[in-house]
């Protein structure tokens, strides 16, 4: 397997049936907490872009010379957005201290809000996703994700009752 197809199908979860964009969205979960554990948000940060910009290179890769611009198995860009999404929590956490896995209801609504908008592809989401090219493919998900955290913060807010709700 060379390194495009590596990269953007997520060492073969891609190919995973059925929802590919679902199986690449939970392998980010793990994912996402080791590398708050090793390096705290700041880690996680500097890993989303690593891994945008190498999704981009690889869908570049993987769709040239095909119509298709989005084929099902690659998943790269959904470890970008659900990385994204999870920035909700892992900034808080990391910013005071707190055991990630305590903050385990962002995680869930993290994941939930993001398949969400990766799936009904809202306003901007949407926009990127019709862009039809790399770019897009890649930004669609980071648009969702970021939609997502948007959406984990004002459930935590109302959850915790900051928002005098």
């Known amino acids: 397997m060379n390194a495009a197809r590596l990269i ?13 964009g679902t199986w690449g969205s939970l392998a980010a979960l793990p994912l996402a ?10 880690l996680l940060a500097i890993a989303t872009l690593a891994v945008f910009f190498g999704g981009l290179w690889a869908t570049r890769v993987m769709t040239a010379g095909q119509d298709n611009h989005d084929p099902s198995e690659i998943v790269i860009d ?3 957005g659900q990385f ?3 920035w909700a929590i892992s900034y808080p956490a990391w ?6 896995t305590a903050l385990w209801p962002g995680w869930i609504a993290g994941f939930l809000l993001f398949r969400l908008f990766d799936i009904t ?5 949407g926009w990127a996703d019709r862009r039809n090219d790399p770019m897009g493919v890649m930004l669609d998900d980071v648009i969702a994700g970021m939609f997502a955290g948007v959406g984990v913060v004002i459930i935590a807010g109302i959850s915790h009752g900051v928002l005098g709700l």
């Open 121 to 125: 592809k809202p306003g901007p989401v």
């Open 84 to 86: 994204t999404a999870l």
């Open 8 to 20: 953007g199908t997520v060492c073969g979860v891609g190919y995973l049936r059925p929802a590919p």
């Open 33 to 42: 907490w080791l590398l708050h554990t090793l390096g705290g948000f700041p």
């Open 95 to 100: 910013a005071y201290g707190i055991d990630i």
């Open 78 to 80: 959904e470890v970008a």
